[in-house]
């Protein structure tokens, strides 16, 4: 599904981002990407979403490989991997209907089918009596379903999440990882970044992985024993939540 | 159809940034027109001084008649040559009197008829340069009953020389104002772009095609391009008219211009979205 083999990302000037970084996540499996800021969360979620390229290593994603991956051939690995993220990235002045609807039209959606499977995405993020409000109507958690059902559009193999709930509250975040469990329990992928230890904390069946300065320090997977129980709890499982 | 479409919404959507856009299109369009229309009139002016421009073969006195003909042949004959005609002594003398009516007294009184017979040689449109008149009147001078062959040397020169430099100037100050054009067009589609930036990350996020993507935003900035050529045409015309009723005569462009400039705002516009597209389609 996801795999990345020694992977090394160094910016020109803020050096090193990622360093020497190998883990593997299988289908249907949650995982929890966490570590301070700076510690190489984020840059981690754009080499799986190939908006970057690793300076070392290889990023594999459902067969599409770092290395030989081509501009051209980009959207294909884009339409496995849906992407939400903290700040939501909603298209402004439009409803949360022509939202979601936007991600079928210009991926190659029929025409008749956009407006019913875009219905039918915001009924499963629990919104669809919100269809024809404005994002701006919305409150911040009503707007993350609004992105998440946008990013399941193209039923991704997996979900990409950085820091979603980074910026709700403790309702809206409670709200938001149900439907994160939901997804993930009809068999698909998510590996969210976050630094809220309290939230991993809350899912200890989820696998967990910390990164340290851009380098892997702990696979709750690989690792013998729960250490000090401050990632999760039991740190070593694999499937749903 | 889909690119039809959304270029048709951006324009719906934005219509203050979209409009705005497409009249910088139009007044950098405008300039190019208000240039091309002054070196169009400039041409006219110039191709008809051009086409005065004519060797004179005159004949000696005793020329004989078969000899004109064979001259008249022969030169009707040359390649660069488009008529050749004849013009006796009376016919020169009938001429100066109806031409030159300060002389016509003197022209009557005197019984000698002073003016000599000669053949007008007329040349082919683009072969009256000075290279050719020479060559025509040189080749003339070697028969033996040609006093002597003409062409107003010294002018032909001028008016060659006038040309060079028009047509200088019109490739450096067009291909200016073209480039200036195009810096305004690149920079007002750049921002109508900027205004889009989220869409087309939304678009690279979710998968969507770098075609798929581009397609619409090069059909906007061809009809942006497009509307402002239209403004442009509009403004030119106006100007025209003005000038035309309250400063002198000019003669309007041909429509062949009008679509090329049509068709050049379309381009810039095209090629300027494409350039602007190509870096937010790195960010992601």
Do not use: C
């Not at chain 1, 996801?2 to 949650?30: N, Q």
């Not at chain 1, 559009?153 to 439907?179: F, K, Q, S």
């Not at chain 2, 002073?114 to 000075?130: A, F, K, M």
């Amino acid at each position: 599904m996801i795999k990345l083999t020694h992977v090394s990302k160094e910016y020109p000037k803020r050096g090193f981002a990622l360093r020497d970084v190998s883990f593997h996540i299988k289908k249907g499996e949650f995982a929890f990407l966490t570590g301070h800021s700076g510690s190489g969360k984020s840059t981690t979620l754009r080499l799986i979403h190939m908006a970057d390229h690793p300076t070392d290593g290889e990023v594999r994603v459902s067969g599409y490989s770092s290395e030989r991956v081509t501009e051209r051939d980009l959207w294909k690995v884009r339409r496995r991997v849906g992407y939400v993220f903290q700040d939501f990235r909603l298209l402004p002045g439009r409803t949360a209907l022509e939202n979601v609807a936007f991600a079928l039209q210009v991926t190659d959606t029929p025409a008749k089918a956009i407006e019913p499977k875009a219905q039918r995405l915001l009924t499963q993020v629990g919104l669809a009596p919100k269809a024809r409000a404005f994002v701006n109507e919305l409150s911040g958690g009503e707007q993350q379903r609004v992105a998440i059902a946008r990013a399941l559009a193209n039923d991704p193999y997996v979900l990409l999440a950085d820091e979603p709930t980074g910026n709700l509250d403790e309702r809206a975040t409670r709200g938001v990882m149900e439907l994160f469990r939901d997804i993930n329990a009809k068999g698909m992928a998510i590996l969210m970044a976050t630094h809220d230890m309290e939230l991993i904390k809350r899912h200890p069946t989820a696998r967990v992985f910390e990164l340290d300065n851009g380098a892997l320090v702990y696979d709750s997977d690989s690792a013998e024993g729960p250490r000090e129980n401050t990632r999760a709890n039991p740190p070593a499982s694999t499937g749903t939540l | 159809m889909y690119a039809l479409r959304e270029a048709i919404a951006a324009f719906r959507r934005a219509p203050v940034l979209t409009g705005l856009s497409s009249a910088m299109v139009g007044l950098a369009l405008f300039v190019v027109g208000l240039f091309g229309l002054a070196t169009y009139n400039l041409q006219l002016t110039l191709s008809a001084i051009e086409e005065r421009v004519e060797v004179v073969v005159y004949l000696r006195d005793d020329a004989r008649q078969s000899e004109i003909d064979l001259l008249l042949g022969e030169l009707g004959d040359l390649e660069e040559v488009r008529l050749v005609r004849y013009l006796s002594k009376r016919d020169a003398l009938e001429r100066a009197q109806r031409e030159l009516p300060e002389f016509g007294e003197l022209f009557l009184e005197s019984e000698v008829n002073p003016l000599p017979q000669s053949l007008e040689v007329e040349l082919r449109p683009g072969d009256r340069n000075p290279e050719v008149v020479e060559r025509v009147a040189d080749w003339a001078r070697q028969y033996p009953f040609v006093e002597d062959a003409l062409y107003g040397e010294e002018w032909v020169d001028r008016l060659f020389a006038l040309r060079r430099v028009g047509l200088a100037s019109t490739a450096v100050l067009g291909g200016a104002f073209a480039l200036v054009a195009a810096l305004i067009i690149g920079t007002a589609l750049r921002i109508a772009i900027f205004a889009r930036r989220d869409e087309i990350y939304i678009m690279r996020l979710v998968g969507a095609k770098r075609g798929f993507i581009r397609r619409p935003f090069l059909l906007e900035g061809a009809l942006a391009g497009l509307a402002g050529g239209v403004l442009a045409w509009l403004m030119t015309y106006g100007t025209y008219r003005g000038v035309y009723a309250y400063l002198f005569e000019v003669a309007w462009v041909p429509g062949t211009w009008v679509v090329a400039g049509l068709a050049t705002g379309a381009a810039f516009g095209a090629v300027s979205s494409a350039l602007a597209i190509r870096r937010h389609l790195r960010e992601v």
